[in-house]
């Protein structure tokens, strides 16, 4: 699909649109102090959980207080390719869909969530805020008509859908950038509008993903405080929404397979994790965010080879960018490492480990991946150790 973009003097989306115009939908010290510490780091959970998914919404409902009569068919087909090339890293495809969407419905907010989306993945992709700029822009039109949405009826569920998706992007982006303060107030919001979306319409299965990953984490994180009565574990009731989302949500069936992949093994269901990140491989094979959660899994497995086999093509794959900044290059080094270290290939783990630290990094990135810069050191010394009484 990408190749035809690049190839084509048409709009990207419609490029795509001529490819596959029989394109078929995705399957629908002290107490005081205790309660302190837990409503602090609570909160940082319920900042995280509540962005993490709101990239794809259900289906738009455009043209209100506009009398547009958009074709849903059209629109349906571009929010299809939209999510499609995000996950398979096509992007000027997909921002070319949500770009599409604007120029039909420009009074909608969907085109502009869309937008922000895209440039979400992709700066999480490539672990570069390049596109900061963008990013903000399109959410503050997002948060301006769906609030307007909001005002004409306080009853439509997609107008806190969007606006609820807009405050977890902003909850989420100040959160991996270190603006917890400011993280706070939109992570709020974002699991307020999501509530209520869902309270509007028990059946737009799409929101499930947000609130189930929202009541995983949180439970995950203050699990070392249950004894508490106002502290309940509710991880697999979130574990069945992300699920409900994957196998009945509109949109969602990619976005929430990813999701679930890292829940499961974040929880140490690891075959369980793998066999959701290869049927999602099976429809999406090069996409580096399915890659991942595969590769890990089998990791986890104790199948190094086969962890080997992914990481190997993720390495190559990350490689190949014009942007890499080694964030993720550093992670597929230090697992390839540590992989064939446990296999007992010392040669291969010592070459592996060189790899790793020989990348050119600045002091920041050195400081943000010390991990596994310190465990490749270590692989690297022992790998020669265990070289050189072979010899």
Sequence with gaps: ???????????????????????????????????????????????????????????????????????????????????????????????????????????????????????????LDYEDNFREDDFYNYLDRTIELSEKMIRADADNPWGHFYLGGASGYLALHHTCNGRFFSALGHGLKAVKELDKTMQLDSTLYDAYLGIGNYKYWLSRRTEFLRWLPF??????????????????????????????????????????????????LKRHPDSRFFLFASGRSLFELGRYEEAIVVYEKLLSSIRSLERNNHFNEISVLDKLAEAYYLKGNYQMCFEYAKAGLALPLDAEMRKTKAVPLKRMETLKAKSLDRLMLEQ
């Design 1 to 123: 699909m990408g190749d035809a973009c690049a190839r084509s003097h048409a709009p990207a989306w419609e490029c795509i649109l001529k490819e596959e115009q029989n394109i078929s939908p995705f399957p629908k010290g002290g107490l005081r102090g205790i309660i302190l510490f837990y409503y602090k780091l609570s909160m940082r959970f319920i900042i995280i959980a509540s962005a993490v998914v709101l990239i794809f919404p259900p289906k738009v409902i455009l043209g209100f207080e506009t009398g547009e009569a958009a074709d849903q068919a059209v629109i349906d087909s571009l929010i299809r390719i939209s999510i499609n090339e995000s996950i398979e890293h096509n992007y000027a495809c997909a921002e070319s869909a949500a770009e599409e969407m604007i120029k039909i419905a420009p009074k909608s907010p969907a085109g502009y969530f869309y937008r922000a989306g895209v440039v979400n993945s992709m700066m």
């Design 231 to 280: 502290i309940k574990d509710r991880r697999e009731e979130g574990i069945k929404m992300i699920y409900t989302a994957m196998e009945r949500g509109e949109f969602s069936r990619d976005t929430a397979a990813s999701s679930l992949a890292w829940v499961l093994i974040d929880a140490g269901r690891y075959q369980h994790a793998y066999k959701t990140a290869e049927e999602a």
